[in-house]
């Protein structure tokens, strides 16, 4: 077509463009467009976090989804679940810092002296095994002057504020304070660190960030664990909590995306894996895919399929069992293997998802098979992780507002929406 007949028509607007668009978020500051009147207007305090009675702003899943609509009819959250910087101060109040959360594991407090470090939201934290072997857990924070004590994760015999030198025994007294002389109205027994309540259930080292916390307070795993997963404690107990598995090796991911699309990835009961993961689906049988809803937990379940490989090698085994427990933990066990991931949320758009391999103790050192297991895994963090981004990528256009469940398999996807909204719903 030449210069002098090309003509550009420019359309009318769609109707659902129109009624869809939204402002586009700037992700690079932490100032944010002001929220419609069915959302979240201010930002929730950045204090210690604690469970006190919800904030009296408007919650942002007012009107926006409607968890009681069956499936079938039910659309899902608006993408607006995805991309609001308030959406998720929200989560973290009253999602986050309300009962147990996982946060790593024992092997990286095997010994005293253990410790390792976190964040969740504006929570920094330590967790470290003190000289009498207790688990223990703080903020990271001194209380001088709010310097981050440790960082990383390793060996300490005391926690030294590299600020200004204060010291801090593995059970949170203050130790030392320096050049405090001439200070008045000082009592070093109420300057230790700011405890958090720490449990354990098998592997999994879980936190509560609610308040009010005494420093010696102990809590039995089976509490703990009954309170995080609900009915299912039992069912994951028996089907995937194995003492005999070795842990092996950490791999962590970081995602341009919101946590959650991780999250609703995995919870689609293996819908996207003949599409996205052809190696995967190779090892499945994907016919006898099936998923079991229960009070915080959700367990789909995959027969492995016909093993062709000429040399023997089956990482996934005759079944394959993977349990979501709400709202960001996963545990897959499959074969000689469980893994685990976490999905920590590092902004609107931003997550990390560290993933814990385990393996039974007989094959730990059988490196040629290791290897080439996590070689199979890692392409598949690598497939979703192009998919979670270009969902995330998706979500912030003007053209998509919701869309819908796939009934006989996205269950467990609805199931974890109707838990956040209850959630937030506060």
């Not at 976190?118 to 072997?133: A, Q, S």
């Not at 999250?263 to 996207?272: S, V």
């Amino acid at each position: 077509m030449s210069m002098a007949t090309a003509m550009f028509v420019i359309k009318p607007v769609s109707p659902l463009i129109r009624q869809c668009r939204k402002p586009r978020l700037n992700h690079h500051h932490a100032a944010h467009t002001p929220l419609s009147l069915n959302r979240v207007a201010t930002h929730l305090p950045t204090s210690l976090p604690s469970a006190a009675a919800p904030s009296a702003a408007k919650s942002p899943v007012d009107d926006e989804f409607d968890p009681e609509v069956p499936i079938e009819e039910a659309s899902t959250p608006p993408s607006s679940w995805y991309t609001d910087p308030s959406f998720l101060d929200l989560e973290l109040d009253r999602v986050f810092y309300r009962g147990w959360q996982a946060v790593g594991c024992t092997d990286q407090v095997k010994s005293p002296q253990d410790f390792f470090t976190g964040r969740l939201g504006n929570v920094e934290f330590v967790v470290c095994r003190d000289d009498n072997g207790k688990i223990r857990a703080f903020h990271n924070v001194c209380r001088h002057h709010a310097s981050l004590l440790a960082s990383g994760s390793g060996r300490k015999s005391c926690f030294v504020c590299p600020y200004h030198g204060w010291t801090y025994a593995l059970n949170g007294a203050l130790l030392r304070a320096t050049r405090i002389k001439g200070i008045r109205n000082f009592d070093v027994k109420e300057f230790g660190l700011i405890p958090l309540k720490v449990a354990t259930w098998g592997p999994f080292v879980l936190l509560n960030f609610e308040k009010d916390v005494s420093p010696d307070q102990e809590v039995e795993s089976d509490t703990a664990a009954k309170e995080w997963t609900g009915s299912c404690v039992d069912i994951l107990a028996d089907n995937c909590i194995d003492p005999s598995l070795t842990y092996l090796c950490r791999r962590e991911y970081t995602l341009e995306c919101n946590w959650k699309v991780f999250c609703d990835n995995y919870l689609d009961g293996g819908y996207h894996v003949p599409y996205a993961h052809k190696g995967l689906a190779s090892g499945l049988n994907l016919d006898s895919y099936s998923t079991t809803i229960h009070e915080k937990v959700s367990l789909q379940i995959c027969e492995g399929g016909s093993n062709d490989s000429v040399d023997d090698f089956d990482r996934l085994g005759a079944k394959a069992l993977y349990a979501f427990i709400y709202p960001n933990f996963m545990i897959n066990r499959y074969g000689p293997w469980m893994d685990t991931n976490l999905v920590v949320p590092l902004g609107p758009r931003k997550c990390r998802v560290i993933f814990d391999y385990f393996l039974t103790d007989s094959l730990k050192d059988d490196k040629v098979f290791v290897e080439r297991s996590l070689q199979d895994s890692e392409r598949v963090q690598m497939e979703d992780i192009v998919l979670c981004e270009g969902v995330q990528k998706g979500l912030e256009s003007p053209a998509y507002c919701r869309g819908r469940y796939a009934p006989t398999v996205e269950n467990a996807m609805y199931h974890f929406h109707g838990l956040l909204y209850h959630n937030l719903k506060g």
